[in-house]
């Protein structure tokens, strides 16, 4: 299995904030992403199995999917 491979399955988990910020962590604490959303409170996020995908909702009624090592795509 390849290094990146690897990083992908280690567990994580996201929180999102309400001044817009969403962060995920390393089951570590180690911060390995971080994103801030403008003018927007969090009310949910979803992430798939893998830490790849996620998608916020929040008070601006948008959903954002973002990757997780490229940042938003949509």
């Known amino acids: 299995m390849k290094k990146a491979e690897s990083a992908r399955h280690e567990n994580h988990f996201v ?3 309400s001044d ?3 962060t995920q962590y390393s089951s570590t604490g180690k911060t390995t ?3 801030q959303e403008p003018d927007n ?3 949910c996020l979803d992430i798939n199995r ?3 995908l996620m998608v916020t909702g929040g008070s601006d ?3 954002r999917m973002y990757d ?3 940042g938003a795509i949509g």
């Open 41 to 43: 409170e969090i009310f």
């Open 68 to 70: 997780s090592e490229k």
């Open 15 to 17: 929180v999102g904030f």
């Open 20 to 22: 817009g910020m969403v």
């Open 33 to 35: 992403w971080m994103n």
């Open 61 to 63: 009624c948008k959903l």
């Open 50 to 52: 893998d830490s790849s």
